[in-house]
């Protein structure tokens, strides 16, 4: 009985109007991130780190939610993230929309579990008239223009929107470069991001090999090397060593000679190892000393020290290499084959990467992130990663909807006819479901600097009237807002998976009638 007092208790319609607060306290705070003239908003870690972004799931990932109910709208963005890679705002304030309208029936007396199953018919009802007015873009590896512009619809609420016809073009590169067509899928561990803070945005590349932060391990060994034969090793340069405690007692010069001469003759014998084999470049993931290092320029044998584990994989499958454990498994067989292997310097700080290029192996690409501050840099990042799962989910499902909350406003109408043709306290869910979907244009006009009812009434007014579901709220004054026009579009599969998403979220916090939690410890 006394740990029974020392817990907190909410029953009933207290505990759901406690948990949609938390959960709508939290949602609130990416309304104003959404769309192309969203703000962003900085974080600051416990320990100083600063991260500015703008990408709903990085903003609920490092706000350190305590509260369990909130803590979901967080796993909420982050699963929307893991499944499309876009749309984690716009799903927040979906599910923040439809809790609002749940709190309104709630206090007319409607039970929470009708109100649950009217927004699931109505979501069933939204999710159909998305596939209806869904469009099919066709693209070919050669016309990638479709591609382009649905990356480029993603970019223009982040950072990097000033560059985001750059941007999306070297996404889409990307992953068309690694896609396999025939199966329509993205293997997007082949594509690596090195991100080196310095230079500007726009100096962001896409190479057709792999970059590795790393310097040739002599500064006088070449910087260039054509049709490289590369072994890549996971064994070090250096003597064995007795895995036990041991000492050497050395009571002579003879000995010590001795002893450094059988040294010397273990280097010797792994590099000639090597040389044998044709190589004329080397991979080591462990480190070599300065003997090493010098008896390896004598013989002209270029090599790259302190590789770490995920490059040497790259390395291995991009130029077709074998990792070798061990000096003595080394043979021909095992090299690897790349058309070029050089040094990239970056402007006057000695900062050098290397740049393998032209792989035999499989299709591998590294994108260069380049500018001002790391914040920048990881925002870009970001970003590049929201349109490149873009342009991937397109490849695999190419039918696209409208932006602009254009497809919102559609699926608000469909489900306000919807409303009228049943009866029972379900009616009063639905609607409700649909006034929740106008909210997204809302908070799209707001942080425009639109009047948010003006612009909403206008939009479902000409799409009742011109019976075009492609019209949304023009956000970048382009002088028209048949969002057709303006190539303004995103996934299907996203948008779908938003709707249902946010309907379960609100199924799984109406469902809560009792809450029982350790008091706070007096």
Same mark, same amino acid.
């Given at each position: ?8 208790? &909410?029953? *009933? ?10 959960? !709508?306290t ?9 769309g ?13 780190e600063? +991260? ?7 903003? #609920? ?14 796993e ?17 304030v ?7 309208e ?9 039970? %929470?579990v009708?109100?649950a199953? *009217? ?21 070919? &590896? ?22 985001? !016809? ?10 068309? +470069? ?18 080196? %803070? ?14 590795i ?40 010069a ?25 190589c ?23 090599a ?18 074998r ?12 090299? *690897? ?41 990881d ?14 989910? &397109? ?41 929740a ?14 009047? %948010? ?37 995103e996934?299907?599969? *996203?948008?779908?998976?938003?709707? #249902? ?5 609100? !199924? ?15």
């Amino acid at each position: 009985m006394r740990e029974q007092s020392k817990k907190m208790r &909410l029953k *009933g319609l207290e505990a759901q109007k406690s948990n949609i607060l938390a959960a !709508r306290t939290l949602t609130t705070v990416l309304r104003s991130s959404l769309g192309p003239k969203g703000m962003d908003k900085m974080l600051v870690s416990p320990d100083g780190e600063v +991260t500015v972004s703008n990408d709903g799931a990085t903003i #609920m990932d490092r706000m350190n939610v305590e509260h369990q109910i909130a803590r979901l709208v967080v796993e909420l963005s982050q699963s929307q993230d893991d499944e499309i890679g876009d749309g984690t705002t716009g799903v927040v304030v979906l599910a923040g929309a439809l809790l609002e309208e749940a709190t309104k029936l709630l206090d007319k007396g409607i039970h %929470p579990v009708r109100v649950a199953d *009217g927004f699931e018919k109505a979501a069933e009802v939204a999710k159909q008239h998305l596939a209806k007015i869904a469009d099919v873009i066709e693209f070919t &590896l050669e016309d990638r223009e479709p591609l382009i512009e649905t990356a480029m619809t993603t970019l223009s609420s982040k950072i990097v929107n000033k560059f985001k !016809r750059k941007m999306a073009e070297i996404a889409v590169d990307a992953v068309v +470069t690694v896609a396999d067509m025939e199966r329509r899928d993205v293997n997007f561990d082949m594509i690596k991001v090195q991100l080196k %803070p310095g230079g500007k945005l726009e100096d962001t590349t896409l190479v057709h090999g792999i970059v590795i932060d790393k310097t040739m391990s002599h500064p006088q060994m070449p910087t260039e090397v054509k049709d490289a034969k590369l072994c890549v090793l996971t064994c070090p340069f250096e003597p064995p060593k007795p895995k036990t405690k041991h000492t050497v007692d050395i009571s002579s010069a003879e000995q010590y000679k001795k002893l450094y001469a059988q040294e010397q003759q273990y280097f010797q014998t792994m590099v000639k190892q090597i040389k044998d084999t044709g190589c004329n470049l080397v991979f080591c993931q462990w480190g070599f000393d300065d003997e090493a290092n010098h008896l390896l320029l004598q013989n002209d044998l270029p090599a790259v020290r302190w590789v770490g584990g995920v490059e040497i994989e790259l390395l291995a499958i991009a130029t077709g290499a074998r990792i070798v454990p061990r000096f003595e498994e080394l043979d021909e067989k095992k090299l *690897g084959k790349a058309g070029l292997v050089r040094q990239l310097d970056f402007g006057n700080t000695n900062d050098s990467m290397l740049v393998v290029e032209e792989c035999t192996g499989s299709k591998t690409v590294t994108v260069l992130v380049r500018g001002g501050n790391k914040m920048i840099v990881d925002e870009a990042h970001r970003s590049l990663h929201d349109a490149m799962c873009v342009t991937r989910n &397109l490849i695999r499902n190419n039918r696209i909807v409208y932006g602009g909350g254009s497809a919102e406003v559609a699926c608000s109408l469909a489900v306000s006819e919807y409303a009228d043709t049943i009866t029972g306290l379900e009616q009063h869910a639905v609607r409700a479901f649909a006034d929740a979907l106008q909210d997204i244009p809302m908070a799209l006009a707001e942080n425009s600097g639109l009047d %948010p009812i003006v612009t909403l009434s206008e939009v479902k007014s000409r799409q009742i009237k011109d019976n075009n579901p492609h019209i949304g709220v023009d956000c970048m004054n382009s002088g028209t807002a048949d969002m057709k026009d303006v190539k303004v579009f995103e996934t299907l599969i *996203g948008k779908q998976q938003q709707i #249902m998403l946010a309907t379960q979220l609100c !199924r799984m916090i109406l469902k809560i009638d009792d809450v029982i939690a350790p008091a706070e410890y007096e």
